[in-house]
């Protein structure tokens, strides 16, 4: 009887797991949250992806996309592979529906350890600056004047300023510059003296007649990645070699292949995966060790009845 109870106890905690794992491997990593697709290097499931980008992106239930930083949790607009980089979009940053109404801000942030950086493609717009406190001046003529400090300027002449997207006229008679920020650090201290401000990306539309390419502007930030791209991981994505998806060991952060039946450290196809392998020598052992008992079963009256056989 005791070894009835530790044949079962075994199956358990060790044969069942390991079958429960192996089903579980094919939809571990999703592919998508609501219509933007998710690709290597990202993954809104723990251990898909690059762990480069681990826990940055957040899935909601109703397939909402919010990129993590060190200043909040930010919607995701989109997600470019061909050209890399996420357009996020800043609730707390000026819009047109504001108009001169400038709401309390909180500088928009990432943290400089990762593989992320703010996109050159954006431009900060602020507004009611003190000109006691910034150089508010066309930037044309503040160079001319002091071009030793052409960087330290917010330009009033700028081409958005007096081009809102969208909106125009929406800020009515308030002030408006155009300065890029080098770090988090000169961006607080502009708003500790600026009413509000906003980001601007410029992004690319399609061919028309005569222009080969448009350059529109579009309120958000942009923000750049890499694509850590390694040999084990191309391999393991490879149709040929079994269309895996690439992932990592959310205890070492080592890579993994995932596969419809488990984990590899290489590629899919003509491997047998650790927990597959694991499974089949579970199973191995659970009928080495059901022989074993079957062998001392206990008898009645000398006759092994249907009431006391294993098999």
């Not at 009835?4 to 106890?9: K, N, R």
């Not at 488990?262 to 650790?274: L, P, Q």
């Amino acid at each position: 009887m005791d070894s009835m109870i530790c044949l079962c106890s075994f199956i358990i905690l060790f044969i069942f797991p390991s079958l429960s794992l192996i089903e579980a491997q094919a939809s571990l990593c999703r592919s998508s949250c609501g219509d933007i697709p998710i690709n290597y290097p990202f993954g809104i499931d723990d251990g898909c992806g690059n762990p480069y980008y681990r826990h940055m992106l957040a899935c909601s239930d109703p397939g909402k996309l919010e990129l993590r930083t060190p200043s909040g949790r930010y919607p995701v607009r989109s997600i470019s592979y061909f050209n890399p980089h996420i357009l996020v979009i800043d609730p707390f940053m000026w819009n047109c529906r504001d108009g001169d109404n400038f709401r309390p801000v909180r500088p928009f942030s990432l943290d400089t350890g990762t593989h992320l950086s703010l996109s050159p493609e954006n431009d900060y717009l602020f507004f009611n600056c003190s000109k006691d406190h910034v150089i508010v001046e066309p930037k044309p003529i503040f160079c001319q004047r002091f071009p030793e400090l052409r960087g330290s300027s917010c330009d009033s002449g700028s081409y958005l300023c007096k081009h809102l997207p969208e909106c125009a006229t929406a800020l009515g008679g308030s002030s408006c510059c155009s300065y890029y920020p080098k770090a988090a650090k000169s961006l607080r201290l502009m708003l500790k003296y600026c009413a509000s401000y906003t980001s601007v990306y410029w992004t690319t539309v399609g061919a028309t007649a005569g222009s080969p390419y448009n350059q529109v502007p579009e309120y958000g930030i942009r923000i750049d990645f890499d694509v850590p791209v390694t040999t084990r991981c191309l391999q393991c994505q490879d149709p040929s070699m079994g269309a895996g998806t690439c992932g990592f060991d959310t205890k070492t952060g080592n890579f993994l292949c995932l596969c419809k039946k488990g984990n590899v450290t290489s590629y899919c196809k003509g491997t047998v995966t650790a927990v597959s392998a694991a499974g089949a020598i579970g199973i191995g052992v659970s009928i080495w060790l059901l022989k074993k008992v079957r062998a001392k079963a206990p008898v009645t009256c000398g006759v092994q009845s249907n009431e006391n056989r294993l098999f």
